[in-house]
């Protein structure tokens, strides 16, 4: 995959392909998810962890200024079977249905540079995605969609949402596996949401996933060592509305 490129604008998405283009993206990471919440590092501090080996890593770059602006990892896998070493699987009992075959493609550590606002940059970022799961023939994109904090009432009417519109089917919904999580579509289950409340607390790819009929877990998980609440998501290529399908092949193109 090396020399994936897709421009667009000021901005472009590449394949990380040496250690210098992963340490930038480990840079970003660390700035999005630990300095942001407050956790000084020494000068250089990475977020990285054992994950990082098997993946490929994305990067979105502003070409004017010469700055990364957003980045994300993602691994393949042939099958769900293969799934027992996944991010997602140390948190969470994955549920697959029995006559699900394809391929799957798990997303994480997707952030975008605090300090760069532009919608170019998320479209740019589905855009290449995009691109890899047609020429891949990739049936399902998951990960861990996370909300800033771990106190769940800053997120109530978020939660409240997705337990009233956004639930897994049946077949997909993951069995609860961490040792600390809030079940909220059990303890939400007589409050009906704010909208606007609800929609402005979601997280940038999360909203992504559901626009384009995404589902969630009925728990999100607390992880402390991240400060964050997170929720399996999923996305069955198929379910994508034709339209929305369009408007990413656009951007793929």
């Known amino acids: 995959m090396s020399g994936f490129l ?5 901005y472009r998405a590449r394949l990380a392909t040496d250690a210098d283009d992963l340490r930038a993206a480990q840079r970003l990471r660390f700035l999005c998810f630990h300095e942001k919440r407050g ?3 020494a000068p250089g501090a990475l977020d990285a962890d054992a994950q990082d080996e098997g993946a490929s890593h994305m990067l979105i770059e502003d070409r004017r200024l010469g700055v990364l602006v957003g980045t994300y990892r993602f691994r393949l896998f042939e099958s769900a079977a293969a799934m027992g070493g996944s991010y997602s699987a140390q948190f969470y009992q994955l549920s697959v249905p029995a006559d699900f075959t394809g391929r799957i493609v798990e997303m994480g550590r997707f952030c975008l540079h605090p300090e760069h606002h532009d919608p170019d940059i998320v479209r740019l970022a589905w855009g290449a995605m995009t691109r890899f799961v047609d020429e891949n023939d990739v049936a399902l994109l998951c990960g861990c969609s996370s909300f800033t904090g771990t106190d769940a009432a800053t997120h109530r009417d978020a939660f409240a949402m997705l337990k009233e519109r956004y639930l897994a089917p049946r077949g997909w919904l993951p069995r609860v596996k961490a040792p600390k999580v809030f079940r909220f579509a059990r303890a939400l289950r007589l409050q009906k949401p704010d909208p606007r409340r609800a929609m402005a607390a979601m997280p940038p790819l999360l909203r992504s996933y559901l626009a384009m009929g995404g589902w969630v877990s009925d728990h999100a998980v607390v ?13 069955e290529i198929a379910a994508i509305p034709p339209a929305r399908k369009r408007l990413l092949r656009a951007v793929a193109g």
């Open 39 to 41: 956790l000084a590092g």
């Open 6 to 10: 897709l421009d667009k604008g000021r």
């Open 223 to 235: 992880d402390e060592a991240m400060g964050t609440m997170h929720v399996f998501t999923g996305l």
